[in-house]
């Protein structure tokens, strides 16, 4: 069952445009929500999480928009750069109980120079 | 400090065989898990631990077993590999504090099962 449904599956924008990339979500036990960025043949590694308590996080060019009442979520990323271009994974996890994080099924970005 | 470290990286199996990943972290963190990643599919759980001899099933959980005997290890096991068992195979670890759920990741086993 795919609790967090993640689009689109790739994007290739222009050096200097805004990447958008787009999660929803079901389970509304739900209160951790991160994005974890993964570079060819490694590992995934945490890049921004915002919780449900506010509508926005940025952090430097990284900015994530949060809807509770939509349950959807998104990562924006500004001036994109070539650098950026990697794999993007949304995630969600309960703070309660388990800490099983469900994640989406990543979005390609690629950064055209 | 090395982090989350998975052995091997890269391995080729044929239909039957078994075989033993390991995950070794150093950051003294409770929770353990293991995931999946095939093209289009994300990542998907295959087992988790909550602390040092616990186990629990996540998404895809048939046909792996795993051990977490020790709290910096956790191994998953192939009792009889299956070419659909190919996959790029992480682990992470996490504190598990509900202020710090940031998992962290190794570098990924590439198995391949002929």
């Known amino acids: 069952q795919q609790q967090v449904k993640q689009s689109p599956q790739s994007l290739i924008v222009q050096k200097g445009g805004i990447s958008i990339i787009n999660c929803a979500y079901e389970?509304?036990?739900?209160?951790?929500f991160p994005w974890y960025q993964q570079f060819p043949g490694k590992g995934p590694a945490l890049l921004i999480a915002i919780r449900p308590d506010v509508s926005e996080k940025k952090e430097g060019r990284f900015t994530i928009s949060f809807n509770k009442s939509a349950k959807q979520f998104s990562l924006h990323i500004m001036d994109s750069q070539p650098g950026d271009s990697a794999t993007y994974f949304c995630a969600a996890s309960k703070a309660s109980g388990t800490y099983k994080y469900i994640f989406g099924t990543g979005t390609r970005l690629k950064v055209l120079a | 400090n090395a982090g989350v470290t998975q052995t091997p990286k890269f391995r080729v199996l044929k239909t039957g065989q078994s075989m033993t990943l390991l995950c070794a972290q150093d950051?003294?963190?409770?929770?353990m898990y293991w995931y999946r990643q095939d093209p289009g599919m994300g990542l998907r759980l295959i087992h988790y631990s909550v602390g040092e001899g616990t186990t629990a099933k996540g998404e895809v959980p048939d046909g792996y077993n795993v051990s977490r005997l020790k709290k910096q290890n956790f191994l998953l096991g192939l009792e009889s590999a299956a070419p659909s068992q190919t996959s790029v195979y992480f682990c992470?670890?996490?504190?598990?504090?509900?202020?710090?759920?940031?998992?962290?990741f190794g570098q990924g086993t590439r198995l391949t099962v002929v």
């Open positions: 389970n509304t036990a739900f209160d951790y």
């Open positions: 950051m003294n963190h409770e929770y």
């Open positions: 992470a670890s996490s504190r598990g504090h509900s202020m710090n759920t940031e998992a962290f």
